[in-house]
């Protein structure tokens, strides 16, 4: 580390102490050292090899739900075997040592982040481990209980032939309910903003640091690469969520 991302570092660590609010929007880059690839890195993302209108869209889902449904199963199975690393572990034992002080909100679709012992975190873009129905169905319980599916793929109604899909957000549709709201409220009332390993090109996630900044906090970049949003940061710390949240939260 060189001297001025060691003096970048101890200052945001002095931060994170006194802080009375902290929010931190994490990306796909957060898991990348778990083993979960990237959408937009130019060699591994999966966004370079594939089409996300194909693959991340109802329209998409609707024209081949069979091609749709095996990748997202080939991805819940990469979910699954991956394990938090020592930067999603860094941040829960910060939120555990200052209990109330953080609100984390991710657009990542895994679940390391509450498998690392985070609560409550929001998740903005879903939960790619959840089934829900295509569409409203009459003859379930509710839009999310799938319980009485045929199995396949995708798992249909045996009453009305309703698609299964995975909980995730596409490309066009609504957030969940509630959740940019409370984000927009944690990003607007917080001392410190830490964006980890997005590369703030979705809307609106990669609004947060604004709010933030706007409302007067300090907001701090964490990424190996630059980004679409380093002009809302007052400081960005060139490197990976692994390898730099262990030191910057240690202790603090
Ligand atoms: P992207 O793939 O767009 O960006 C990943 C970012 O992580 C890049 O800026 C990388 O430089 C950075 N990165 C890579 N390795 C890293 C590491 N080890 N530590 C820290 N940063 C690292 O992912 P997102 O910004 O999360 O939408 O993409 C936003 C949304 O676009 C996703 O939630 C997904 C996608 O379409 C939905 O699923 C709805």
Known sequence: MDARTARDVSDLRERLG????????????????SG???????????W???DPMQLASEAGFRA????????????????RRAQPNAGHEALAGYERRHPGRLTLVTQNVDDLHQRAG???????????????WL??????????????????R?????????????????????????????????AFECDVMLVVGTSGAVWP????????????????????????IDDQAHVCLRGTAAGVLPGVLKGV
């Open 18 to 33: 006194a802080a009375r609010k902290v929010c931190v929007l994490t990306g796909a880059g957060m898991s990348a050292e």
């Open 36 to 46: 979960i690839p990237t959408f937009r890195d130019a060699q591994s993302g999966l």
């Open 48 to 50: 370079s090899k594939l």
């Open 64 to 79: 081949d739900p069979r091609l749709v449904w095996d990748w997202y199963a080939e991805r819940r199975e990469g979910v």
């Open 118 to 132: 985070s609560r409550g975190v929001l998740r903005l873009h879903g939960d790619i481990l959840l089934d829900r």
């Open 135 to 152: 569409e409203h169905c009459p003859h379930q319980p509710s839009l999310t209980d799938t319980a009485g599916a045929i199995p396949g």
């Open 154 to 186: 995708p798992p249909k109604c045996p009453s009305c032939g309703n698609l299964v899909r995975p909980g995730v957000v596409w490309f066009g549709e609504m957030l969940p309910e509630g959740a940019m709201e409370t984000a927009e409220r944690a």
């Open 205 to 228: 996630a990669a609004g947060l640091a604004q709010v933030a900044r706007e409302a007067g906090a300090h907001v701090a970049i964490l990424n190996p690469q630059a980004s679409a």
